[in-house]
Structures are given as structure tokens and as C-alpha cells.
């Protein structure tokens, strides 16, 4: 029920930045995460943000380059990402539902996804 409108994928050289932002609408929720699916993989958990506590969640191969963040006046979520790496090469979507701390992580937890933004990384 939630609406999500993602922006700020691109191709960009390994090194690089890109800052990808989520806009949500509609009814309320409790967290927003982004996952990312390659070519071949399973999509997989990046990073998540839980509003009541604003606890925040990474996958360890991003751990210390990407970073969430939440702008509660604009209610959106925004993940930098920095030193990127040709294995960041993937469709990032992000996503938002009701949450627990145990759950972030999982995909099933969310229940409202955005389209996705394709985010290459060259080498």
C-alpha cells in the first residue's frame, strides 16, 4: 500500500559515487530497505532503516561504503554509496513495510517495492 519512487541510478567508475533516494506515499510503515538483484543472483539484502528507533542494518560486503539515511520531513530514504566496486553492478529496489529488528534483513518483511534503478559499475 505503500508507493515507492526511486531515482538516482546511473553508470558510474569503479571508485565512484552514486546517492539513490526512495520516495514513499501512502500508508504508514515502519521500515525502508534497499536490496539489489544481479544478473543470475538472488536478490539480496543491501541495507535497511527502522524508523521507530532509527536502527540501521548492512550487508557486510557494503558495510563502510554505503550508507542510509532517512529525511523524515521529505519521507524518503537515501543510500550513498561510495568506493563502488564493478560487483555493485546490480537493479537496486528499494522497499518498505512494517518491520521488526529481526526482520529487517529479510525480504519477505517488506511489502511494498519499487521498480528498481540499474546501477553499473564499470571497471
Known amino acids: 500500500q505503500v508507493q515507492l519512487v526511486e531515482s538516482g541510478g546511473g553508470l558510474v567508475q569503479a571508485g565512484g559515487s552514486l546517492r539513490l533516494s526512495c520516495a514513499a506515499s501512502?500508508?504508514?510503515?515502519?521500515?525502508m530497505g534497499w536490496f539489489r538483484q544481479a544478473p543470475g543472483r538472488e536478490r539480496e539484502f543491501v541495507a535497511a532503516?527502522?524508523?521507530?528507533?532509527?536502527?540501521?542494518r548492512y550487508a557486510d560486503s557494503v558495510k563502510g561504503r554505503f550508507t542510509i539515511s532517512r529525511d523524515n520531513a521529505k519521507n524518503t530514504v537515501t543510500l550513498q554509496m561510495d568506493g563502488l566496486k564493478p560487483e555493485d553492478t546490480a537493479v537496486y529496489y528499494c522497499?518498505?513495510?512494517?518491520?521488526?529488528?529481526?526482520?529487517?534483513?529479510?525480504?519477505?518483511?517488506?511489502?511494498?517495492w519499487g521498480q528498481g534503478t540499474q546501477v553499473t559499475v564499470s571497471s
Open positions: 501512502g500508508r504508514s510503515f515502519t521500515g
Open positions: 522497499a518498505a513495510g512494517r518491520v521488526i529488528s529481526s526482520s529487517m534483513t529479510s525480504q519477505s518483511a517488506y511489502t511494498s
Open positions: 532503516f527502522k524508523t521507530s528507533d532509527r536502527s540501521t
